[in-house]
């Protein structure tokens, strides 16, 4: 049965093969391979992992209005680092386990330029620092102390992200002190976040206050530019969520990324890539989703468990999708 993802993702193949003149016939087999090229019809698109509504929102109008993807990521993920209800993210985001909040994020535009910033402390908008980065050093990341230096030297400001929920629920949990993900329970959540602005203009975003409990000092894959993130402009974006460890073994975005422009579609390229940590690792305890979209604003979404969602705007309602996975 064709389901509705299905039938978006058909719709947008059969436009995008006639706007490049193959026409029907060569949409007839589902899974012929579309080249993305960069004569390709672009479409303004905000994708961003789990059901992050207000964040899609804001970037989008940021879109709407004309502005670049690259600003447009930067706003929709601040809502999401400066929301204390969000426990995976920024201020209120939950501790590592010497009850300490350390920050991970990451930044690329449509040139290939990027920043990132990695075990940051105090800083309610990482995402903000690392395009700092990006644009006032020669580098493309900066951890700890350091990170912490030069955001104050940009003008940032100390702040305790510490909520009084996030330590109460640290101090139960010191009770056992179990380190165990739990599957697509809200101990981690980051929003990775790609989008094309109406010039057609990739950039993308991704921040987390990582694995909730982790050790002190460990980063994941949300602020490593091919792992958490990754666009090229002439190709589409993928952002990643889940357990990092895993997908820094598997440089997942990057991977999704390439296969794309080698001709998957933005959901073929996200199961070979879920397809490649199942193949290789202890992947039943774990989740990780990927979501991407391609340059004709083609898009899709995969997971290693079910649960994984992905929010998706291309007009301007906000759609949530549920992504289909690995383990049924
Ligand atoms: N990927 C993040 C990390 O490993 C966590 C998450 O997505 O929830 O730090």
Redesign the pocket.
Request: proline share 0%; no cysteine.
């Given at each position: 049965m064709l389901n509705r993802r299905k039938f978006i993702h058909r719709s947008a193949l059969s436009s995008l093969l006639a706007a490049i003149g193959l026409g029907s016939t060569a949409c007839a087999s589902e899974e012929k391979v579309t080249p993305i090229t960069t004569t390709t019809t672009t479409k303004p698109t905000v994708i961003a992992?789990w059901e992050r509504r207000a964040a899609n929102q804001t970037a989008w109008q940021v879109i709407q209005k004309g502005g670049r993807a690259l600003d447009a990521v930067e706003a929709g993920v601040k809502v999401l680092e400066a929301d204390e209800n969000d426990q995976?993210v920024g201020y209120g985001g939950r501790p590592d386990r010497e009850g300490k909040v350390t920050l991970?994020a990451c930044i690329m535009d449509e040139k290939g330029d990027c920043g990132s910033v990695c075990f940051l402390q105090g800083i309610k908008h990482p995402i903000s620092v690392a395009r700092k980065v990006m644009e006032e050093t020669p580098h493309v990341i900066l951890a700890g102390e350091g990170a912490l230096k030069f955001a104050l030297a940009q003008g940032f400001k100390v702040e305790n992200l510490l909520t009084e929920k996030s330590k109460k629920e640290y101090e139960a949990w010191l009770v056992n002190t179990e380190y165990k993900p739990v599957i697509n329970i809200e101990n981690?959540?980051?929003i990775g976040m790609v989008a094309i602005d109406q010039a057609g203009n990739i950039s993308g975003a991704c921040t987390?206050s990582?694995?909730a409990y982790?050790m002190h000092g460990r980063v994941?894959?949300?602020p490593i530019i091919g792992a958490?993130l990754f666009v090229d402009n002439e190709v589409g974006g993928a952002a990643?969520?889940?357990?990092?460890?895993a997908?820094l073994k598997t440089l997942g975005s990057f991977l999704v990324v390439e296969l794309m422009r080698q001709g998957k579609t933005p959901q073929e390229a996200c199961e070979e890539a879920v397809n490649r940590i199942a193949k290789n690792q202890h992947y039943k305890d774990i989740q990780v989703g990927y979501c991407a979209v391609n340059k004709a604003g083609q898009y899709g979404g995969y997971s290693v468990q079910p649960g994984f969602s992905y929010v998706v705007n291309q007009k301007e309602e906000t759609e949530l999708f549920q992504a289909t996975s690995f383990i049924q």
């Open positions: 992992t995976s991970d981690h959540d980051t987390t990582g694995m982790k994941g894959d949300s958490g990643a969520t889940g357990v990092g460890e997908v």
